[in-house]
Nanobody
Framework: QVQVMESGGGLVQAGGSLRLSCTAS??????????MGWFRQAPGKEREGLSC????????TYADSVKGRFTISRDNAKDTLYLQMNSLKPEDTAMYYC?????????????????WGQGTQVTVSS
């Protein structure tokens, strides 16, 4: 059974940093056959695409809301995806999700992803 698991969330003060990690196991294909994405969902809001990275790691895309503050990366040798989050703001508070897709090279659309993790909570205090 495919397992996608996020870690690294927590409570941080505004202006601080966190690094999220995501591992995937039992995927149908190899980890490096999948484009990967980070999403978040705050209470009462729709799930929002933040960033995606191509299977090779050479192409990335960011939502305007996080551009310049967040950095996505991946280590295919470790089957791990990362999201470095700097200059965090209270409005970044949300559940953060990792997702994998073998259908597109990189996308910020929820519908394009096949596999999802359970999420890790990020809370930014003012």
């Amino acid at each position: 059974q495919v397992q996608v698991m996020e870690s690294g969330g927590g409570l941080v003060q505004a202006g601080g940093s966190l690094r999220l990690s995501c591992t995937a196991s039992a995927l149908t294909l190899s980890f490096d056959d999948y484009a990967m994405g980070w999403f978040r969902q705050a209470p009462g809001k729709e799930r929002e695409g933040l960033s995606c990275i191509s299977w090779s790691g050479t192409s990335t895309t960011y939502a305007d809301s996080v551009k310049g503050r967040f950095t996505i990366s991946r280590d295919n040798a470790k089957d791990t995806l990362y999201l470095q989050m700097n200059s965090l703001k209270p409005e970044d508070t949300a559940m953060y999700y990792c997702a994998a897709t073998d259908g597109v090279w990189c996308s910020l659309l929820v519908r394009d992803y096949n596999y999802w993790g359970q999420g890790t909570q990020v809370t930014v205090s003012s």
